[in-house]
């Protein structure tokens, strides 16, 4: 029997909890479903604000980090910060 899209939705949210931020096709190949349905999920699951999307990748909510919700192994305290240069 299949998987339903929210029981797939709470094991990529859990993922993403337990690792703090996990790329779109790690993501797909973990939860056994291709790169477009992983991103989809991911998609509807930002746009709930469940999680924070980047191109390629997802990360836990900021706000769920700084508010002490995030689930084990997540970041703790410090800021990350990224840039990209030509």
């Known amino acids: 029997m299949r998987e339903s899209a929210a029981e797939r939705h709470d094991r990529l949210l859990g993922l993403v909890r337990e690792r703090g931020s996990a790329r779109v096709s790690d993501l797909a190949s973990l939860l ?3 790169a477009v349905t992983a991103r989809r999920d ?7 604000g469940l999680l924070d999307r980047v191109h390629g990748s997802v990360s ?3 706000e ?12 703790r305290g410090g800021l990350v910060l990224g840039m990209l240069a030509p």
Do not use: D, K, T
């Open 32 to 34: 056994g479903v291709s």
């Open 42 to 48: 991911v998609e509807e699951l930002a746009g709930r």
């Open 60 to 62: 836990w909510p900021q």
């Open 64 to 75: 769920a980090r700084a508010g002490g919700a995030a689930g084990p192994g997540s970041p």
